[in-house]
């Protein structure tokens, strides 16, 4: 599976930005993951293959949605109301799951896109 992410750069505190993640196949759960500099990675959001079932990190909770297009082998990640400690490196994941957190369940991985909320 190959994977695709576009949609970072640079946006000021309070803005937003959408994601997006091209998978080559269609019938896996996907998530994304940040990375911030020095940091862990962090689970983010993720989503089962027909959007039934979604999750978040608790630090985004209310702010950022995790969307997909069936259709286009697409999964959106919808950043709202962001905030200096959202920056980070952000990748997407893919995997056969229930739609779990954990990144040794997503065996699939695209590049990262940066995101930098800064003003």
Known sequence: VQLQASGGGLVQPGGCLRLSCVASEVMYTMAWFRQAPGKEREFVATITPRGTFTAYGDSVKGRFTISRDFAKNTAYLHLNSLKPEDTAVYH?????????????DYPYWGQGTLVTVSS
């Open 92 to 104: 997407c994941a893919a995997g056969y799951n229930s739609g779990t957190g954990r990144a040794q």
